[in-house]
Each structure stands twice: as structure tokens, then as C-alpha cells.
């Protein structure tokens, strides 16, 4: 989708036409929750992120709230920017939940999985959401969208305004690094 597709998008929602909407979403899907889950790492979190986003589109723009400038950045950045904002949003929210409700509580905690594959595959899951979250943003990001969301280093290179030799590094680099990640946190258990 070209800018003056995603404009033309835009102002069929203005005027209440949910198409514009549909045409963005079945577009940038996979953009959007690609960039929410390098926040949150966490694969129910970044789809209430997108749907928080689109939502939010939804509502903004037939509302005249928000009105997206061509001329500041490309919409795929803007809408990549929006969904990790959204993300980082509901991350916080997760965590006072989460706090509240440890403070809260007189219950004990729920008894760990006697299934030790379960077992394995929640630590193995917990061990790599946080290697992602230790991997700086640009690396994150650029990791998602390409072993999630499935971009190639090409259309990553276009979608963060970035040189495509830049995003092969920031690729290379988090491999790397979840690699180390990975195998310290096996070594130790």
C-alpha cells in the first residue's frame, strides 16, 4: 500500500466508511503485531494490542482525532510507532494488574505443572521472552519482523526506514545474542 493508498484508506474512514479500515488492517496486520509483540514478547498482549490500535484508528480518525502527516514519516513507520506505543501501554497496565493482585491476595500461588514437558516448554518460553527483552529495541524489532512476521530484510529495511544492510545486522546481532542468552540460561538451570 502507497501513501496515497493509506490517505485514500484514511479518508474513506472520515467518512464513516468501515472499508478504509478493513483495507489498513488486512495491509498492516502482521506490521502492527510484529511491532507490538517485540514489546510485550508476549503473543495475547500484542493481539489486545492490535486491537487497541485499530480501534483506536477507527475511532480517531472518524473523529477527526488524528491525522496522519505524510510529509513527517512513511504510515508504515507511523503505524509501526503507534503499535509499540499501544503496546508499551498495555504492558504497564499488565504489570499494575499483576501487582495489585500479588498485594491483594491472601491465596497461595497456583501449584507448578507436574507435566514435565509442560514444565519445559514454560521455561523454555519464559527464558526466551526475556532474552528478547534484553535485546536493544532496534534489534528486537528487526528480529520479529523478520522470524515472526516473516518480512524479508528487505521489506524490513523499507517498513523502518532503515539501509537493508543495517536491518542484516541488527538481524545477525539478536541472533546472536539470543543465542548466548539462550544457552547461558540452559547452562545454569
Known sequence: MTDAQFNDALRKMMSGD????ADIYNEYYKLVYSAALSVTCCRADAEDAVSDLFVKLWLGVSGGKIKFDPDRQGHKRWLAVCAKNTAVNITRRR???????????????AAEPTDTKQESEMLTSVEL???????????????????FAGYTLREISEILSIPPGTAASRCRSAEEKLRSLMKEAFMYE
Do not use: I, T, W, Y
Open 129 to 147: 521472552k526475556d532474552a528478547l527483552g534484553k535485546l536493544a529495541e532496534g534489534e528486537r524489532m528487526v528480529f520479529h519482523l523478520k522470524h
Open 95 to 109: 504489570r499494575n494488574e499483576e501487582s495489585l493482585e500479588a498485594g491483594d491476595s491472601d491465596q497461595p500461588a
Open 18 to 21: 468501515r472499508q478504509g479500515l
